[in-house]
């Protein structure tokens, strides 16, 4: 059945024949093939970036079983005359292989023709994708597919010194920063930049939250310039929406993530134990706190400093428990004699009040020391 386009057309033409002024039939035959070839190349023109790269791989392959069948001798094998090809196509032309008869050389002037420009017209689709990929990526409109990473919400100076410490502490361990900036704040090796909201669920999948180290919450930097002084609740209450939606996306991938979040008014630290949040930044807290202290005890705030810091040298490290330490206090002394003083278990810090205690099977124990003496700890532990 002819399509409806063409029926009037046809009508036209078997008029015209009737009339005996030319042959309707094989003309009309002709102009049905060519509005069909003409379909056809349009399709072929909307997928040509689809089929360009499986195009010219085709093309050289059969370019190199062509040269193969008709200079067998000088091309011995087909892996020579597909090295023959690229070298041409390439227009590089070692020279160590050339056709030697008239229709291998027809053959070699047939590929420049068509072929020289197929492979620019590929090298370009190639620097334009890369070129893409980075404007992507530049504004976090990529998926990070990674894992074991440290996501970071909210741009502020405060996450720009998280990000020097992690890449202090560790080189390798990629970071992801959730943010609404048109393009990356800083631009690092392992740093990746992910725009959107991250109350928005899309938003923390692309920051492949299921997979992440863990996270921390920073306090929204405009909300702190603008309404701190007017109404504060607003601060900590964005951050609450963020942890909400993190542990919501926990619970519904059953997933168990650790979650850091910055507090500005401590009071609001128990609306966020209730989302499930792991560990606290009471920020206004600790200021205010080392500001009065160092009024009592001068030089207290560099103490503060140091403990925080990592600037001396020393710093504060989670270590595994031995088997030989039943109490606090073996534990104690065994790591003074080899540098380190234990601090804390969790979040206890009471360890000199309770040194006769039995530790708990599921002690978390953090030393102060260097490097290098968490190193030999570390390897002792191991063995």
């Known amino acids: 059945m002819v399509p409806a386009p063409y029926s009037i057309l046809i009508l036209i033409w078997r008029s015209l024949g009737n009339i005996k002024i030319i042959n309707v039939d094989f003309w009309l035959g002709w102009l049905l093939v060519g509005m069909k070839i003409k379909k056809i190349l349009y399709h072929l023109i909307m997928l040509r970036d689809k089929i360009l790269v499986p195009f010219v791989l085709l093309y050289i392959l059969l370019a190199a079983l062509g040269i193969f069948w008709i200079e067998p001798k000088t091309f011995k094998s087909y892996i020579t005359s597909i090295y023959w090809v690229l070298t041409t196509l390439a227009t590089v032309g070692f020279g160590d292989y050339a056709p030697v008869t008239d229709a291998g050389k027809i053959y070699t002037i047939f590929l420049y023709i068509t072929g020289i420009g197929l492979i620019s017209v590929f090298v370009g689709k190639v620097i334009n994708t890369v070129y893409i990929i980075d404007k992507l990526k530049v504004g976090g409109k990529m998926k990070y597919t990674g894992k074991h990473h440290i996501i970071l919400i909210g741009w502020s100076p405060k996450t720009k010194l998280a990000v020097k410490e992690i890449l202090k ?5 990629d970071i992801v920063i959730i943010d609404n900036l048109e393009k990356a704040p800083i631009s690092e090796e392992h740093l990746f930049y992910v725009r959107g909201d ?5 938003t923390l999948m692309n920051a492949n939250l299921p997979k992440a180290k863990g996270v921390i919450i920073f306090a929204d930097q405009v909300a702190q310039d ?6 504060p609740l607003l601060v900590d209450g964005k951050t609450l929406l963020v942890a909400t939606a993190i542990t919501t996306l926990e619970e519904k ?3 168990d993530i650790h979650v850091t979040a910055e507090v500005i008014n401590e009071n609001h630290i128990q609306l966020f134990k209730h989302v499930q949040v792991d560990e606290f930044i009471p920020t206004q807290e600790m200021i205010s706190h080392a500001a009065v202290r160092s009024l009592f005890s001068h030089g207290v705030t560099h103490m503060y400093s140091e403990l925080m810091s990592t600037q001396y040298g020393d710093s504060m490290y989670e270590i595994s428990k031995k088997k030989e330490w039943k109490t606090y206090r073996d534990a104690f002394f065994d790591l003074l004699n ?19 205690q039995m530790i708990p099977e599921d002690a978390q124990l953090f030393v102060i020391c260097d490097k290098e ?3 030999q700890l570390t390897t002792h532990v191991e063995k």
């Open 253 to 255: 991938l059953k997933k």
């Open 373 to 375: 003496t968490i190193s």
């Open 198 to 202: 991250a109350t928005d669920e899309e």
């Open 338 to 356: 080899q540098g380190a003083t234990l601090v804390a278990d969790r979040g206890d810090m009471h360890i000199n009040q309770k040194l006769d």
């Open 226 to 231: 603008n309404f701190l002084t007017k109404d």
């Open 169 to 173: 502490t560790d080189k390798k361990t």
